[in-house]
């Protein structure tokens, strides 16, 4: 069946790096646009990220433009988030996400989601 | 961006009743929206994709409607496993947006 299994998270220090990764299985990781979501605790969710199929198009939200960068290794069928200068705000559960676009466009499934903690 | 604001944020029903929630966009969307369901400590499933079309697997009783600004989800007969929270995101334009949620207290 289809799979995302986020890993990667973890408690860092405010102004480091860290690096998160969503493996895949069970469909065409090369056919499908993949997300990052985000997940403040107890709040809503954010949309964070976006790269195309193709590798072509990558997305950011305005806050996390210039720090964070979004790519995928579609021999390895994984998508990657690399978070540059990590604030306070950037706390949260990170969530991928496939793009599915048969008949209407939706995320499905979601991973499981890791947490990054951002704390001095 | 196109901002998305759910009505209520809130609310508290009983089983068997008739729940409908609704998200309104800053700008037309056309039909580029879908409804999640969030269960505490659990990733987001999709209910609704492209505003009315029901998601394999899921339930009879959750239904979309809507197009352009105002969607609506409903909930025809609450279940007891229907509590969590809901979101609405449209999919039209990058930053994809969610509304606020809507949090289903049995």
């Known amino acids: 069946q289809v799979q995302l299994v986020e890993s990667g998270g973890g408690v860092v220090q405010p102004g480091t790096s860290l690096r998160l990764s969503c493996a895949t299985s069970?469909?065409?990781?090369?056919?499908?646009?993949m997300h990052w979501v985000r997940q403040a605790p107890g709040k809503g969710l954010e949309w964070v990220a976006v790269?195309?199929?193709?590798?072509?198009?990558?997305t950011y939200a305005d806050s996390v433009e210039g720090r964070f960068t979004i790519s995928r290794d579609d021999s390895r069928n994984t998508l990657y988030l690399q978070m540059n200068s990590l604030r306070v705000e950037d706390t949260g559960v990170y969530y991928c996400?496939?793009?599915?676009?048969?008949?209407?466009?939706?995320?499905?499934?979601w991973g499981q989601g890791t947490l990054v903690t951002v704390s001095s | 961006d196109i901002q998305l604001t759910q009505s209520p944020s809130f609310l508290s029903a009983s089983v068997g009743d008739r729940v409908t929630i609704t998200c309104r966009a800053t700008?037309?969307?056309?039909?580029?929206l879908a409804w999640y369901q969030q269960k505490p400590g659990k990733a987001p499933e999709v209910l609704i994709y492209?505003?009315?079309t029901l998601q394999s697997g899921v339930p009879s009783r959750f239904s979309g409607s809507g197009s352009g600004t105002e969607f609506t989800l409903t909930i025809s007969s609450l279940q007891a496993e229907d509590f969590g929270t809901y979101y609405c995101?449209?999919?039209?334009?990058?930053?994809?947006?969610f509304g606020q949620g809507t949090k289903v207290e049995i």
């Open positions: 996400a496939r793009e599915s676009a048969s008949r209407g466009r939706r995320f499905d499934p």
């Open positions: 069970g469909f065409t990781f090369s056919g499908y646009g």
């Open positions: 790269i195309w199929y193709d590798g072509s198009i990558k």
């Open positions: 700008q037309g969307i056309s039909s580029h």
């Open positions: 492209a505003a009315s």
């Open positions: 995101q449209q999919l039209n334009s990058y930053p994809q947006t």
